[in-house]
């Protein structure tokens, strides 16, 4: 039988081998992985490419409702033009992405502010790399916002978004990627400064329970695995970070748990090793919580959230004030690559458990359309692409406008397998390859189909 199994698939090699290439996929990475890495970063497939400017004279506009690609090098600052009016809150964002050899410590990272034509700084937004130690996309954010309340910055005319690195490894020769967000918000239609809520439920939430579902998570914001609540299961690799999205609407409240499951030897202990930082629709950063690992499994919980509300731009502190929108919230788990070195590379069972609690009700009234159109929603097309698990396993496009975030790359589950398997039937159907050679080519790849789906089960 095995005998058989290898003559198939041998035959099934040679079959392939004569097809025609596929096309790269339009979402590039950041760089090469090899055998056993993890997947690079997966950048928005439309995302147009900018060289950001040392200063502010030749600074590259930069549009709302688009996501842009560029680069940071070593100890470097760069400039975008923002062109704002005197009415919208402008939010942007940058994801910087290190490049293949680079080294970090946990103090070394990303800012990102939003300035005035004067160099009056709006405001201004830091992320590290943390206690990992590890190189991984990390995220900043800044604004600028208008209304009662807010001092300065209220004019219209020429903004700059600044991005800087602030690392102590500046003199290691290695360049960041980076992926740039912009998010236009417009004013409410009844304006008045928001009262933060003084009422909230702060107790830990009940845990999630059930069955766990197989979801895959994205390499990047753009293919983020779509969940809703339940309980998820996939598989994580030293140096990896996985991204899933949650829709969150008006007054409901998230919560969220990563769980990592036994290595089956290896010995020792890593301080931190299991990272997960909580992102908002405009990809601000809101909470994160962590976890070392000994071999058995850990877990990392984020503090109890407040439920989404408009007031809550008003309060003081990320994890209150980040809570400001309906919309997609990204979960960005990462395993620190320092567990390679003790439990070997993987990979590693993750399961998160989510919990979206609360009755949604209506939101503020905008005077304008937000961009992207729908950023601040969630939707029935939404929720139903949670409950499918709609997100990595799919190239679906954009759903959210020319800066959206639902862009797909293909998964790594069995679904994958399949559709592949379909696709190779067509192309030798139509390459005119008799029926006999056609079934030894599908019985090869069935049996590459199971190897592959048993290699995927964690014990």
Not at 221 to 236: E, L, P, S
Request: charged share 15%; with cysteine; aromatic share 8%.
């Amino acid at each position: 039988m095995h005998a058989a199994m290898a003559l198939c698939a041998a035959v099934a090699l040679g079959a392939a081998s004569a097809l025609p290439a596929r096309a790269a996929p339009a979402s590039a990475p950041a760089s090469a992985a090899g055998d056993g890495m993890p997947a690079p970063y997966a950048f928005a497939r439309d995302a147009q490419t900018v060289t950001g400017a040392t200063g502010t004279t030749d600074a590259v506009r930069l549009d709302p409702g688009h996501t842009y690609r560029s680069a940071l090098p070593p100890g470097a600052k760069r400039y975008y033009r923002l062109d704002l009016d005197a009415s919208a809150h402008a939010y942007v964002s940058a994801t910087a992405v290190p490049r293949a050899g680079a080294r970090v410590t946990s103090s070394d990272g990303l800012k990102v502010s939003v300035q005035d034509a004067d160099g009056t700084t709006c405001s201004s937004g830091t992320s590290y790399f943390g206690p990992t130690q590890s190189p991984h996309p990390i995220a900043a954010w800044a604004s600028r916002e208008t209304g009662p309340g807010t001092y300065g910055c209220k004019k219209a005319g020429a903004y700059y978004m600044v991005v800087e690195r602030r690392d102590l490894t500046a003199a290691l020769p290695v360049g960041w990627d980076l992926e740039l967000d912009y998010v236009s918000e417009p004013a409410p239609r009844r304006p008045g400064a928001p009262t933060p809520l003084r009422t909230r439920n702060s107790a830990p939430p009940e845990p999630v329970l059930g069955e766990a579902a197989r979801r895959a998570g994205g390499a990047g914001f753009a293919t983020a695995g779509a969940v809703g609540q339940g309980v998820w299961q996939d598989g994580i690799r030293p140096g990896q970070t996985l991204f899933y999205k949650v829709p969150v609407d008006w007054g409901q409240q998230l919560s969220a748990t990563a769980e990592m499951g036994g290595s089956g030897g290896g010995g020792g202990y890593v301080g931190t090793a299991l990272a997960m930082t909580l992102y908002n629709p405009v990809r601000a950063y809101v909470e994160d919580a962590d976890a070392g690992y000994g071999g058995t499994r850990s877990s990392a919980a984020l503090d109890p959230l407040p439920p989404v509300d408009y007031a809550n731009r008003g309060a003081v502190g990320s994890r209150a004030s980040g809570m400001r929108f309906a919309g997609w919230y990204y979960l960005a788990v990462h395993l620190g690559a320092p567990v390679a070195e003790r439990f070997g590379n993987g990979p590693f069972g993750l399961t998160l458990r989510v919990r979206v609690s609360g009755t949604p009700v209506a939101g503020p009234v905008y005077a304008g359309r937000p961009v992207p159109r729908d950023v601040f929603e969630v939707t029935a097309a939404d929720r139903e692409q949670a409950a499918a698990g709609a997100g990595a396993g799919h190239d679906a496009g954009s759903s959210k406008g020319p800066g959206g975030s639902s862009h797909r790359t293909a998964p790594n589950g069995a679904g994958r397998v399949a559709a592949q398997d379909t696709r190779a039937m067509r192309m030798v159907a139509v390459g005119g390859i008799g029926t006999g050679s056609a079934l030894v080519l599908w019985l090869g790849l069935w049996a590459v189909a199971a190897r592959r789906r048993g290699r995927r089960r964690w014990g």
